[in-house]
């Protein structure tokens, strides 16, 4: 019988060597045989996909990877205003229905700690910097958080939403760090 390559398989093929292939869904990792269950180990992901609120245009992705010291978290966010600073939090209900956002909870906050910088000892597990757009009012910000895990334990990100406030946190105001209402909210799920 004679051996046909078909698009799939050309398309895996190309994955391996390319890691990529657009529009199958294939990534390298399941070309290399990745299974496909929700990864809870030391290299889990889960991602978050915000969708606009309060009659705004903003948008974006963010990621959260596993790693040795915490949970390395990016985000790619647009429709920002030019040059605006955001406050950028994950919050505690996966729960983004509400046209502001208000159905998310407040801030994640396994440990009853008060709100602050992540910086400093004093901070909500969710507490994350505020997010500054660029000119065209695009923000891309990558941070270690080292209160979160990539799971559903106590620590875990998966099952809660992040959101983008309209203001800057303050870092200071409890417990929220008055920045204002939620523009952006996105259900953190495991990917
Ligand atoms: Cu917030």
């Given at each position: 019988m004679k051996q046909v390559l078909t698009p799939l398989a050309a398309c895996i093929a190309a994955a391996v060597a390319l890691a990529g292939c657009a529009g199958?869904?294939?990534?390298?990792?399941?070309?290399?045989g990745a299974t496909a269950a929700p990864n809870t180990g030391a290299d889990a992901r889960a991602?978050?996909?915000l969708q606009p609120k309060s009659g705004t245009d903003t948008a974006g992705t963010v990621t959260f990877q596993q790693q040795p010291g915490g949970v390395m978290m990016?985000?790619?966010i647009?429709?920002?205003p030019p040059n605006s600073v955001h406050g950028f939090h994950v919050h505690e209900k996966g729960d983004c229905s509400a046209p502001d956002a208000m159905s998310a909870g407040?801030?994640?906050?396994?440990?009853g700690k008060p709100h602050g910088q992540m910086t400093v000892p004093d901070h909500h597990a969710g507490d994350m910097n505020n997010v500054t757009a660029d000119a065209s009012g695009n923000a891309r910000v990558s941070m270690l958080l080292p209160d979160l895990t990539v799971g559903t334990g106590a620590?875990?990100?998966i099952g809660r939403a992040v959101v983008v406030h309209k203001d800057?946190?303050?870092y200071k105001t409890q417990p929220t760090g008055n920045s204002g209402g939620r523009i952006a909210c996105g259900v953190v799920a495991a990917s």
């Open positions: 199958s869904g294939m990534t390298s990792s399941s070309a290399a991602t978050a996909k990016t985000a790619a647009t429709g920002l407040g801030h994640f906050n396994p440990t620590n875990g990100v800057p946190d303050d």
